[in-house]
């Protein structure tokens, strides 16, 4: 009584058109099909889609130094991804982390087992950002994946600092310089070996680096990332 109740006043939700459907279902006939998981052939360091089997990296992976071990992104940056997951970030579709969560963490568990993770931890906004959007995103789909996984959530060791520019307004030679000193930690030392850090989308790394060169200093062993959407292979 009380769900059907509950459902009435909230409605789930549709995560690409943002209709309104069945409680029992994730999607809505008319969208199934366009949230598919990324496939192989993926470069081995990123997981963005590449055209080649033989090939092992995308082109960004190849003349890059990236400071994490691997990753995850979970859907091709499409336009009925971006669209998701821009209500998720900006039209308070707080819901849409729980299938998020859900559906990734099944869909790649054995994947994710085998980083034999301590902890997830959410890449922070800065508290301007926070009190003006009134959540962290990545924390809500951090906090589902935690669940699913059965890993702990560290949403306070890592903070941002520096109110940045948005990452989407800078060319690939200006997003590192962007964040340069933006993170830091809130203990001297990372009690943990080998973190997953967790983000909406992935384009060049360049925050994940950033997150991760802070954790690495302070003692972090390895470091991995999952994501929501990523880019194509630069």
Not at 68 to 82: D, F, H, Q, W
Not at 184 to 211: P, Q
Request: glycine share 6%.
């Amino acid at each position: 009584m009380i769900k059907r109740l509950l459902y009435g006043m909230f409605p789930r939700r549709c995560p690409i058109c943002d209709k309104c459907i069945n409680s029992n279902i994730d999607i809505c006939s008319k969208c199934e099909g366009k949230l598919e998981f990324l496939k192989e052939p993926k470069c081995k360091k990123c997981g963005k889609p590449i055209d080649a089997e033989e090939k092992e990296y995308c082109m960004d992976c190849e003349k890059s130094n990236h400071l994490y071990e691997t990753g995850i992104g979970a859907y091709v940056y499409s336009n009925e991804v971006k669209q998701s997951i821009y209500k998720f970030k900006y039209h308070n579709r707080r819901d849409f982390s729980e299938f998020y969560g859900r559906s990734i963490a099944t869909h790649f568990q054995k994947e994710i087992e085998y980083w034999n993770a301590d902890v997830i931890i959410p890449i922070p906004i800065h508290r301007k950002k926070l009190v003006s959007r009134g959540y962290n995103q990545a924390e809500l789909f951090a906090r589902e994946l935690s669940k699913w996984l059965q890993i702990p959530m560290d949403s306070h060791l890592l903070v941002r600092v520096l109110n940045t520019k948005p990452q989407k307004e800078l060319g690939n030679n200006d997003r590192s310089k962007n964040l340069k000193n933006a993170f830091k930690l809130t203990e001297n030392v990372v009690k943990y070996n080998k973190v997953i850090l967790v983000d909406d989308i992935y384009t060049t790394g360049s925050t994940i680096d950033a997150c991760s060169e802070v954790l690495l200093l302070g003692g972090a062993k390895k470091i991995y990332f999952i994501s929501l959407g990523i880019g194509t292979g630069i």
